[in-house]
């Protein structure tokens, strides 16, 4: 499944304006936790990816390290792969405090700029083998005097640790609607301009919620299509499923649905066409 590239994210006025907000906070000194916070399917994965990239090209840190939290997270994971990423062993040890000091120690050494990427957080708490403990139990140095360490994370939510004043949050909002044109009709193909398709993706487009990784999804599965003597039927379908997805599923991962909707429709079309 094709995810959004950093073609597709440099080229937005709305994202380049976010990007810039993100490297001025990393280069605060009093500001140590930067959370980018939105919807689902709304970037902020590429985002936080694209910023590693631009401060380490800019010389801003001098080493990068990221590690997937998720909604029911295995710290002692998260704890080996950012451990892992920065080269320190850990080995066998399996106490959650020495753990946690071996990383901190690691994240301070040499007086280096360390940037630590956390994708995808939903809580301010978490359960380290049978601990409650917030990130700096973890093994991550906030809150101090140290200027060197910065730490990102994407959420869902907002207001996490909101007692942390060297925090600072984010909001990464949908594309506008002239973006969210441009990005399908990229991905979707000239197609798009024709008479009998451009209202169908007009409708698509307004589906897909002006959210980015959807409209990659929807708009790169349709160009495939371009050329068979179902084009018009398949945007059709791929249109009345997302209508239905949203119009009864709307508390639901929105992204989510788009990607089952396509797959019904893919599916179910390339059964009849054998």
């Known amino acids: 499944m094709e995810t959004i590239t950093n073609g597709d994210f440099t080229g937005f006025e709305s994202r380049r304006l976010i990007m810039e907000e993100i490297i001025e906070a990393l280069q605060h000194d009093e500001i140590n936790l930067i959370g980018i916070y939105g919807t689902g399917g709304v970037g902020r994965t590429t985002m936080v990816k694209e910023v590693a990239k631009r401060a380490k090209e800019d010389n801003l840190i001098d080493e990068v390290a990221i590690a997937a939290v998720g909604q029911n997270p295995d710290l002692t994971n998260v704890q080996a792969c950012i451990a892992d990423m920065l080269g320190l062993e850990l080995g066998d040890k399996t106490s959650p405090i020495m753990r946690a000091s071996l990383l901190r120690r690691r994240l301070l050494q040499d007086n280096k700029k360390i940037l630590v990427i956390l994708d995808d957080i939903w809580a301010d708490r978490f359960d380290l083998q049978g601990m409650s403990t917030d990130l700096h139990g973890i093994g991550f140095p906030l809150g101090g005097a140290n200027k060197n360490f910065k730490m990102l994370y994407t959420s869902r939510t907002r207001d996490l640790w909101h007692d942390l004043w060297t925090k600072k949050e ?40 002006r959210l980015p990784s959807a409209l990659v999804l929807v708009g790169t599965a349709l160009s495939k299509k371009s050329g068979r003597n179902y084009t018009k039927q398949i945007w059709e379908a791929m249109l009345d499923r997302l209508s239905c997805a949203r119009s009864t599923r709307v508390d639901e991962d929105p992204l989510q649905e788009v990607q089952e909707e396509f797959a019904t429709v893919a599916n179910a079309l390339a059964k009849k066409n054998h």
Do not use: M
């Not at 973006?179 to 698509?204: H, V």
């Open 170 to 209: 984010i909001h990464l909002d949908l594309l506008s609607e002239e973006e969210a044109w441009r990005l399908f009709r990229e991905k979707a193909g000239d197609s798009t301009d024709s008479p009998d398709l451009k209202p169908i993706a007009e409708q698509i487009v307004n589906e897909c919620g």
